[in-house]
């Protein structure tokens, strides 16, 4: 089995920064790639931006220049530094993990972006 647990999520002013982490622990060995995707209300759920156990990285059109994803191999652990936030980036954040007999994903993280 395999956990995700996102973490870092809240309320952010337009503009403003926030980075969001995924813990993952259970059985994560030879996945193909972990990632971000978003869903806000009434929505369906979007990728928000990937990176594959080699470390290639992939963005979502819009998020690209505005957000970063990175890994931590040693504390197994995907964030996401999300900068020039924007109201539109109100959604729920879910980190999922790809791999045999996956995907895999956490619970969500809020974020809310307003004045």
């Known amino acids: 089995q395999v956990q995700l647990v996102e973490s870092g999520g809240g309320l952010a002013q337009p503009g403003g920064s926030l980075r969001l982490s995924c813990a993952a622990s259970?059985?994560?060995?030879?996945?193909?790639?972990m990632g971000w995707y978003r869903q806000a209300p009434g929505k369906q759920r979007e990728l928000v931006a990937t990176?594959?156990?080699?470390?290639?990285?992939n963005y979502a059109d819009s998020m690209a220049g505005r957000f970063t994803i990175s890994r931590d191999n040693a504390k197994n652990t995907v964030y996401l530094q999300m900068n020039s936030l924007k109201p539109e980036d109100t959604a729920v954040y879910y980190c999922?993990?790809?791999?045999?007999?996956?995907?895999?994903w956490g619970q969500g993280t809020q974020v809310t972006v307003s004045s």
């Open positions: 999922k993990l790809q791999r045999v007999g996956g995907p895999y």
């Open positions: 259970g059985s994560i060995f030879s996945f193909t790639y």
């Open positions: 990176i594959t156990s080699g470390g290639r990285t």
